[in-house]
């Protein structure tokens, strides 16, 4: 397991303010558009941007007044649990609560309530339509890695057998609704950024190393996909020191996470103005939802 518990190294619990803030969503606007007639290339004409998912008959309408992060979790056992571990054929052991003993299960129960809005009940249909012929991707570590997995067990119950399918990509694992042709995947990147921990199965290594200013053996599989939803977080409080290295590739110095992880995330957000373009691509993060 890559889980630490937090309380465990106090030291470095200023981090958890930024991990929540790297918790970024990129989504193309092509997702909302269908008036890009070439979609690899992303172009579409900046007339075109009228996102149905920002129309006045969606919740994401009213987002401007409604920061959806300011809230809190309220127990609903009328509309939760939106799926039942066991209708999911699809989540790994470790994820299976129930089927590990675990004796309560009001925990599946909680829906987050923001202060200023409802948000709508998940739709598994309306997702897979707006994903028609697209890739939605979660990139990250085994957090990362739980909400690719809920989201496909969200999905495919919606989905008859035989007509969806998961199988494994070197780093990835891939999840496809053949009707809708919709892909979701998972991609494993516990740092973002090049490690010695990106073998997508025997990454745990206690010699950690973690490649600050290289990204492009990620991020080449990136690349066109319509939406991108990144975290990091828990692989970089293993000790409050991390070695890596920055600039020249085999000087490994010692250096303080925090300081480790805004270089990486500087590394992540340069890839990300250089390959997003802001006239037809959105990106929503905290800031969006104020
Ligand atoms: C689609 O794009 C074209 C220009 O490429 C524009 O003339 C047209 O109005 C757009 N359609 C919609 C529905 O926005
Ligand atoms: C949007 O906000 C209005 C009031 O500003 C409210 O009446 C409406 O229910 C909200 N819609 C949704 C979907 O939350
Ligand atoms: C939900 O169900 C549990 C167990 O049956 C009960 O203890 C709890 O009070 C219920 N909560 C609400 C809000 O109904
Ligand atoms: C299926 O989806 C992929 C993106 O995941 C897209 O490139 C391809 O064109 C789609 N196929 C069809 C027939 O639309
Ligand atoms: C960094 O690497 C050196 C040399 O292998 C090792 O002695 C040191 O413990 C490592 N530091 C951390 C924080 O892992």
Redesign the pocket.
């Known amino acids: 397991m890559t889980m630490l518990s937090v309380s465990s190294v106090p030291r470095v619990l200023s981090l958890f303010p930024l991990a929540l803030a790297s918790l970024v969503v990129v989504g193309t606007v092509r997702l909302f558009l269908e008036n890009c007639s070439h979609p690899e290339k992303i172009i579409c004409h900046s007339s075109a941007i009228e996102p149905p998912l920002f129309s006045s008959t969606n919740f994401l309408s009213n987002w401007s007044q409604c920061n959806i992060y300011d809230g809190k979790w309220v127990l609903d056992n009328a509309s939760r649990p939106l799926y039942k571990e066991e209708d999911c054929p699809y989540l790994a052991n470790q994820v299976t609560c129930q089927r590990n003993g675990r004796p309560d299960s009001l925990y599946q129960n909680w829906r987050w309530q923001p202060n200023g809005c409802t948000l709508p009940r998940f739709d598994a249909r309306k997702l897979l339509e707006i994903l028609r012929n697209k890739r939605l991707m979660f990139i990250g570590d085994s957090i990362q890695r739980s909400q690719f997995q809920s989201m496909v067990c969200l999905l495919q119950s919606v989905i008859p057998d035989g007509k969806k399918s998961i199988h494994r990509a070197p780093s990835m694992k891939i999840f496809k609704a053949e009707d809708f042709n919709a892909t979701v995947v998972f991609y494993w990147a516990p740092f973002i950024v090049e490690s010695n921990s990106d073998h997508a199965v025997k990454h745990t290594v206690h ?2 190393l973690v490649k600050l200013d290289s990204i492009e053996k990620h991020s080449q599989h990136w690349k066109g996909v319509d939406v991108l939803v990144f975290e990091s977080y828990v692989w970089w409080m293993y ?1 409050p ?3 890596a290295t920055n600039g020249t590739p085999y000087i ?1 110095e ?1 250096y303080k996470v925090t300081t480790a992880y805004e270089l990486a995330l500087r590394t992540w957000a340069n890839w990300i103005d250089t390959n997003i373009n802001p006239q037809t691509q959105k990106e929503l993060g905290m800031e969006d939802w104020k």
């Open positions: 010699k950690r000790s020191l991390i070695n490994v010692e």
